[in-house]
């Protein structure tokens, strides 16, 4: 079954201490984004991967980092949490950049940060 | 840059009524339309799209009509169900070119069905 997976779905930490939530998908998918979802806000891009080794900015990246060494994980790191990431994060995947191409989204991790 | 405006909500019906669901866009040149859906505890799924001017995408009894002179993607569905309460999201991409790798979202709107 085609999927994103995301581990783990829900996470409650303290501020300051690294944090890594993973995201794995089994399409082959090259394009791979992380989306925070917060009220009233919708959601918003916060890194992206066009491919292997290539990763760039979204609009919230501030905070953020993340890693793409191997094409199917694109894992979303914190290094030092604070109370206003606590959101619920999204990673999608899609084959290419065409823009008729659907996004295919994970289950979602709800981050709360204390 | 790309940006998307949609009715917030609440929305509450009951089953059978009819859905509107409002979405205007900006954007450069004629990008796709998205709909999604995001079910209670689960991420979001495309609903429909449309890939050009008066183009009609559907699914599930949903449709939405790709109104280049409005700029506009309004969600309609004639007879809602309980199973369709959750929140939906109009969407179209957000990168350059009109490229993928971003998605620009609504703020999103929950609908909830009574029985």
């Known amino acids: 079954e085609a999927q994103v997976t995301q581990n783990p779905r829900y996470l409650i930490t303290v501020t300051g201490k690294k944090l890594t939530v993973t995201c794995s998908q089994n399409?082959?998918?090259?394009?791979m984004s992380w989306y925070r979802q917060d009220p009233g806000l919708g959601l918003r891009q916060i890194y992206y991967?066009?491919?292997?080794?290539?990763?760039d900015k979204g609009d919230v990246p501030e905070g953020y980092k993340v890693s793409r060494k191997e094409k199917r994980n694109f894992p979303l790191i914190l290094e030092s949490p604070s109370p206003n990431q606590t959101s619920l994060y999204f990673c999608?995947?899609?084959?290419?950049?065409?823009?008729?191409?659907?996004?295919?989204f994970g289950q979602g991790t709800r981050l709360t940060v204390v | 840059g790309n940006s998307v405006t949609q009715m917030e909500g609440p929305v509450t019906l009951s089953e059978e009524a009819f859905l509107t669901i409002n979405c205007t866009y900006t954007a450069t040149g004629y990008p796709s339309l998205f709909w999604y859906v995001q079910y209670p505890g689960e991420g979001l799924q495309l609903l429909l799209k449309a890939t050009k001017a008066d183009d009609k995408g559907s699914n599930k009894g949903f449709e939405a009509t790709y109104r280049k002179e409005t700029t506009s993607f309004h969600l309609e569905k004639g007879s809602v169900q309980v199973s369709d309460s959750a929140v939906y999201f109009c969407?179209?991409?957000?990168?350059?070119?009109?490229?993928?790798?971003?998605?620009?979202f609504g703020k999103g709107t929950l609908l909830t069905v009574n029985p």
């Open positions: 991967s066009m491919n292997v080794e290539v990763t």
């Open positions: 999608a995947s899609s084959s290419s950049g065409g823009r008729n191409t659907e996004a295919f």
């Open positions: 969407a179209l991409p957000g990168g350059s070119g009109g490229s993928n790798y971003k998605l620009t």
């Open positions: 399409m082959n998918h090259e394009y």
